[in-house]
């Protein structure tokens, strides 16, 4: 996991698989703050309801296209159950490497108290925690399983990824980045304070 990073973004822990630069990570998390940012915008401004649902458009319009289970890192039948709700569910959507490298960001995290808080800050107030966690997956592209577990604003107080919790509303999907598509035809369109209020929205943790 040496070559791993991570970083919080919003409500969200965005965690790298090894086999991605510093450059395509970077990419990376500048799509997903900017998708992030539009997300909370609208979302704070009254002009949606469905937190989840916009930011999953958000994300295509960003580069990131549904994957079926063919087309991704698909667990195998030998992998072990995990005791956690999250990485159960991030281990049955996308595989045990997934899982193992968020576990190890979570750990990490628990460590960072500024960037801790953060993550509990946001999450406290939209009442939903993000889990994104990226492997490589060639030519220039990435697979991401996007977790989304939302509940009362109580169950995200201070201390609650150390909790159990109830996993009332939770959902899993992958999606995979075209990182040239984004730089081509994306980014060239976006206002430079656009980005730089969304990098500022990032706050990498090395594990």
């Not at 401004?45 to 890192?73: P, S």
């Not at 709700?85 to 576990?103: E, I, P, R, Y």
């Not at 369109?189 to 656009?194: C, L």
Request: with cysteine; glycine share 4%; net charge positive.
């Amino acid at each position: 996991m040496s070559e791993a990073t991570s970083a919080v973004i919003g409500a969200g822990i965005v965690s790298f698989l090894p086999g991605i630069d510093a450059a395509q990570k970077n990419k990376v998390k500048l799509a997903l703050a900017m998708a992030e940012r539009a997300t909370d915008t609208a979302y704070k401004e009254g002009l949606i309801k469905d937190w989840f649902a916009y930011y999953r458009n958000q994300l295509k319009f960003m580069g990131w296209d549904a994957v079926t289970a063919e087309q991704i890192h698909w667990p195998d039948k030998t992998r072990t159950q995990q005791t956690d709700h999250l990485l159960q569910t991030l281990s049955k959507t996308a595989g045990d490497s997934f899982a193992t490298s968020v576990k190890v960001s979570i750990q990490t995290l628990l460590k960072k108290p500024s960037v801790l808080k953060e993550l509990e800050t946001k999450a406290f107030e939209r009442q939903h925690f993000q889990v994104l966690a990226c492997a490589p997956a060639g030519n220039n592209r990435v697979d991401m399983v996007v977790y989304h577990e939302a509940d009362k604003q109580s169950v995200f107080s201070a201390g609650f990824i150390s909790r159990k919790r109830s996993y009332k509303n939770v959902r899993a999907e992958l999606v995979r980045f075209n990182i040239l598509a984004f730089e081509n035809s994306v980014l060239p369109k976006v206002q430079e304070s656009v980005v730089k209020l969304s990098q500022a929205r990032i706050h990498d943790y090395a594990i």
